[in-house]
């Protein structure tokens, strides 16, 4: 997940309600219009071609290359708390990033802390009406695709598969992002 000090680098502020979480926590309260501004930014910097992740790769990605995981890095409830900060193990806040396990492509809480925008529109039919490999989501849409649940839920809220869709305007202290850098060829 994207931190506090990485968008205080790039943005020269700091959005996040848990300021007092710390700077490698994820930076949270940015709508997906507020990353496209900081994508645009990073890119222009870097001179890279930083993206959000479409709602397809980030699944792959949060079920460890595309196993049938419950959460990202386990399907046990009973071990969920070593992967994810949530409900139970939160204590009503976001985390520094990188403290739990990761899953079985390295990468960190894919399940919990904070739900991540994804750059796909919402489709509410989109598995049963996309292609099965590398779908993209709707052409267009009034709703981006938020993906992994955060602190405040329980389980059953934060599986791999659990989708919702917002507003790109949407701001919350539930919300944050990753970024995907495709392959150059």
Known sequence: EVTQEQWQSVMGNNPAFFKNCGEKCPVEQVSWNDIQEFIKKLNARTKKNYRLPTEAEWEYAA?????????????????????????????GGAHPVGQKQPNGLGLYDMTGNVWEWCQDWYGEKYYSQSTRKNPSGPQSGTRRVLRGGAWLFEPARIRSVTRYGLTPASRSDLYGFRLSLPLSR
């Not at 290359?65 to 992967?83: F, I, P, Q, R």
């Open 63 to 91: 079920r460890s290359g595309g196993k049938k995981e419950k959460y990202a890095g386990t399907s046990s409830d009973v071990e969920l708390g070593k992967y994810a900060w949530y409900s139970a193990n939160s204590g």
